[in-house]
């Protein structure tokens, strides 16, 4: 009765996803196992938790004897799902002893629980070890898919292409085999592909596979959550930060909900930094700190502090303070190479280069910018090349070296565009203007240029003022279009000048929006200020500067000004002008009326 009582508890935690509290009568269970002697139909009943996966190839095996060794590897799975593999580690070994070796489904299992524990651990050599020697045993369809899934992904981490190739086509041979594990195959296929494209720095393709993956209609709830951070990290890297907020906050709360402490710090990490990118730096630094702080407290998970530490470097960087960011990005690299993380260290070398960049340090930030781009292309990596071309670049701007800027940005930018690492063009762009200028001025993919300043918004205005001038009408064409759809004060300036441009078209486009922009703001009077609106009434009456300067108190020479400010935030080139806008304003807005 007590064992039921235990399992059904169980079961109900299981069923709605609270893995951690799940714990608690499962361990529970284990003790009381150990004090009764159970039979093989009772040994089934405490197994039978909720159609949990993991335990549908034991029911036919199982004697007494091995009931508490089940229940023992059910408890280390559980462990590992809430982030403890040391603690699941000692029961797992406890276990493998007493299993003595044995070729028989519960021993298959327990070795598969152990590999886990030693891939969540960063034992990469010694999880690979364990999968091969299972792997030679005689193992369910099941079970074989996995060990071959969980082998691929540990060995995409230690860069083997071979052995992930290898992986696969096994795989593919269980699946014409048997036809019941499709569903298996296809879920960690997804994972293990999306890996390996994030690794090359394809998001496009990591996405696309992610969401695949998604679609899965028997996708357990733990993975669902996996996948949907990582897709919120790759929209993030693609600069669809809108998709990827609502994505990472739907995880948090799930995470929150169903208490999956795995997942949180990496959860917390890509949440700080979609803060940073959309403008909110103080509540992003805080979730990167929370994630930061939430790894340090497990003595495993080295592996995770290496994203956080990038973020904070990065984002000190940004703040003009290269001297801390120089300290973190150290961290990461010193991080990354005890845990042989070939592409974290990659990217920390080009970041150490920036910060050296930041600090004047040319020669030394060389070096790291050298070993950076000898790993890039000795493993394929594209997203860290994309940073030591566009830095180059800059550090070529600080020097002064006008050729070797226009080399390295025009690298950086084809690149950028081709696999889509919007995300890292947009926000070092911010602190990066003038390299935009220099792409605009030499004609450096100008589509894309634009798209970035327009997502830069305001403060690209500085970048795209030099460049109205461009021999190309064709580029300032697509300035113009670009002005009108920033809505700005200072965009709106620019416009007007453009309207009196050489080009037709240029002074089309320009115009045209003008005029939008204009009936857009027909009903809102947020781009002038208080005494504007005073001055545009008196206007509107057909009265004179002075006439106006007496009637409200001030100078004529004041008069002039506000009717400058009007006539620039508005686009206007003549009092007719205002007047109409002042006229139409009264009759389509009755709250200004009033």
Same mark, same amino acid.
């Given at each position: 009765?007590?064992? /039921?009582?235990?399992?059904? $508890?169980?079961?109900?935690?299981?069923?709605?996803?609270?893995?951690?509290?799940?714990?608690?009568?499962?361990?529970?269970?284990?003790?009381?196992?150990?004090?009764?002697?159970?039979?093989?139909?009772?040994?089934?009943?405490?197994?039978?938790?909720?159609?949990?996966?993991?335990?549908?190839?034991?029911?036919?095996?199982?004697?007494?004897?091995?009931?508490? =060794? =089940?229940?023992?590897?059910? *408890?280390?799975?559980?462990?590992?799902?809430?982030?403890?593999?040391?603690?699941?580690?000692?029961? !797992?070994?406890?276990?493998?002893?007493?299993?003595?070796?044995?070729?028989?489904?519960?021993?298959?299992?327990?070795?598969?629980?152990?590999?886990?524990?030693?891939?969540?651990?960063? +034992?990469?050599?010694?999880?690979?070890?364990?999968?091969?020697?299972?792997?030679?045993? /005689?193992?369910?369809?099941?079970?074989?898919?996995?060990?071959?899934?969980?082998?691929?992904?540990?060995?995409?981490?230690?860069?083997?292409?071979?052995?992930?190739?290898?992986?696969?086509?096994?795989?593919?041979?269980?699946?014409?085999?048997?036809?019941?594990?499709?569903?298996?195959?296809?879920?960690? $296929?997804?994972?293990?592909?999306?890996?390996?494209?994030?690794?090359? &720095?394809?998001?496009?393709?990591?996405?696309?596979?992610?969401?695949?993956?998604?679609?899965?209609?028997?996708?357990?709830?733990?993975?669902?959550?996996?996948?949907?951070?990582?897709?919120?990290?790759?929209?993030?890297?693609?600069?669809?930060?809108?998709?990827?907020?609502?994505?990472?906050?739907?995880?948090?709360?799930?995470?929150?909900?169903?208490?999956?402490?795995?997942?949180?710090?990496?959860?917390?990490?890509?949440?700080?930094?979609?803060?940073?990118?959309?403008?909110?730096?103080?509540?992003?630094?805080?979730?990167?700190?929370?994630?930061?702080?939430?790894?340090?407290?497990?003595?495993?998970?080295?592996?995770?502090?290496?994203?956080? +530490?990038?973020?904070?470097?990065?984002?000190?960087?940004?703040?003009?303070?290269?001297?801390?960011?120089?300290?973190?990005?150290?961290?990461?690299?010193?991080?990354?190479?005890?845990?042989?993380?070939? @592409? *974290?260290?990659?990217?920390?070398?080009?970041? !150490?280069?920036?910060?050296?960049?930041?600090?004047?340090?040319?020669?030394?930030?060389?070096?790291?910018?050298?070993?950076?781009?000898?790993?890039?292309?000795?493993?394929?990596? +594209?997203?860290?090349?994309?940073?030591?071309?566009?830095?180059?670049?800059?550090?070529?701007?600080?020097?002064?070296?006008?050729?070797?800027?226009?080399?390295?940005?025009?690298?950086?930018?084809?690149?950028?565009?081709?696999?889509?690492?919007?995300?890292?063009?947009?926000?070092?762009?911010?602190? $990066? @203007?003038?390299?935009?200028?220099?792409?605009?001025?030499?004609?450096?993919?100008?589509?894309?240029?634009?798209?970035? @300043?327009?997502?830069?918004?305001?403060?690209?205005?500085?970048?795209?003022?030099?460049?109205?001038?461009?021999?190309?009408?064709?580029?300032?064409?697509?300035? =113009?279009?670009?002005?009108?759809?920033?809505?700005?004060?200072?965009?709106?300036?620019?416009?007007?000048?453009?309207?009196?441009?050489? *080009?037709?078209?240029?002074?089309?486009?320009?115009?045209?929006?003008?005029?939008?922009?204009?009936?857009?703001?027909?009903?809102?009077?947020?781009?002038?200020?208080?005494?504007?609106?005073?001055?545009?009434?008196?206007? $509107?009456? &057909?009265?004179?500067?002075?006439?106006?300067?007496?009637?409200?108190?001030?100078?004529?020479?004041?008069?002039?000004?506000?009717?400058?400010?009007?006539?620039?935030?508005?686009?206007?080139?003549?009092?007719?002008?205002?007047?109409?806008?002042?006229?139409?304003?009264?009759?389509?807005?009755?709250?200004?009326?009033?």
């Amino acid at each position: 009765a007590t064992s /039921q009582l235990h399992n059904s $508890s169980y079961a109900a935690y299981v069923k709605s996803g609270a893995h951690k509290v799940a714990v608690l009568p499962c361990r529970a269970a284990v003790e009381n196992a150990k004090k009764i002697k159970v039979n093989e139909a009772e040994g089934k009943g405490l197994l039978h938790c909720g159609e949990y996966n993991i335990l549908s190839d034991w029911l036919d095996r199982l004697g007494k004897d091995h009931v508490s =060794a =089940a229940l023992n590897i059910l *408890d280390a799975r559980l462990l590992i799902e809430n982030g403890k593999p040391r603690e699941a580690l000692v029961i !797992l070994a406890r276990t493998k002893k007493d299993l003595q070796g044995e070729d028989i489904t519960i021993n298959h299992d327990c070795s598969l629980a152990y590999a886990k524990c030693m891939r969540e651990l960063n +034992r990469l050599n010694k999880a690979v070890e364990e999968l091969e020697r299972l792997l030679e045993m /005689q193992l369910n369809p099941q079970t074989r898919v996995e060990a071959l899934q969980l082998l691929a992904i540990n060995y995409c981490s230690l860069l083997n292409d071979e052995g992930m190739q290898r992986c696969t086509r096994q795989v593919n041979e269980v699946r014409l085999e048997n036809v019941n594990v499709e569903d298996e195959i296809q879920i960690a $296929s997804m994972i293990s592909i999306s890996m390996k494209y994030f690794r090359q &720095g394809l998001f496009e393709l990591a996405c696309d596979s992610l969401e695949q993956g998604l679609n899965h209609p028997r996708l357990p709830l733990s993975q669902r959550i996996l996948l949907e951070n990582n897709l919120a990290s790759g929209l993030m890297l693609l600069g669809r930060y809108e998709e990827a907020i609502t994505l990472a906050s739907s995880c948090l709360r799930k995470i929150e909900k169903d208490r999956f402490e795995k997942y949180l710090r990496s959860t917390l990490d890509t949440f700080g930094c979609l803060l940073i990118a959309t403008g909110e730096t103080d509540a992003g630094e805080e979730y990167l700190r929370k994630s930061l702080s939430a790894t340090l407290q497990l003595s495993y998970g080295h592996i995770d502090e290496c994203p956080p +530490r990038c973020h904070l470097g990065t984002l000190a960087r940004r703040s003009e303070n290269p001297a801390q960011a120089y300290k973190e990005h150290l961290k990461l690299v010193i991080s990354a190479k005890k845990l042989h993380e070939v @592409l *974290d260290e990659t990217i920390g070398e080009a970041n !150490l280069g920036a910060d050296l960049v930041r600090l004047g340090n040319f020669a030394e930030a060389e070096k790291h910018f050298i070993k950076a781009a000898r790993y890039s292309k000795m493993y394929n990596f +594209r997203y860290p090349l994309t940073h030591v071309y566009f830095h180059r670049a800059w550090a070529a701007i600080l020097k002064d070296d006008e050729k070797k800027a226009v080399r390295n940005i025009k690298l950086s930018l084809r690149q950028a565009k081709k696999y889509q690492h919007n995300h890292f063009i947009i926000q070092e762009g911010k602190i $990066s @203007l003038p390299l935009f200028t220099l792409a605009l001025r030499h004609a450096i993919e100008p589509d894309y240029v634009c798209w970035i @300043l327009e997502k830069l918004g305001e403060i690209a205005l500085p970048a795209i003022e030099p460049a109205l001038n461009h021999e190309s009408a064709e580029i300032r064409n697509k300035l =113009a279009a670009l002005l009108g759809g920033v809505h700005t004060t200072g965009s709106l300036t620019l416009l007007r000048r453009m309207r009196n441009d050489n *080009d037709e078209r240029v002074k089309k486009t320009a115009r045209s929006f003008l005029t939008i922009i204009r009936k857009k703001n027909q009903t809102s009077i947020d781009l002038l200020t208080r005494r504007e609106m005073e001055v545009l009434k008196w206007v $509107s009456t &057909g009265a004179t500067n002075s006439q106006i300067g007496v009637n409200l108190f001030i100078s004529e020479s004041t008069v002039k000004t506000h009717i400058a400010g009007i006539f620039r935030k508005l686009g206007f080139t003549s009092r007719i002008e205002a007047v109409l806008y002042y006229q139409e304003l009264q009759r389509k807005d009755t709250t200004f009326q009033e």
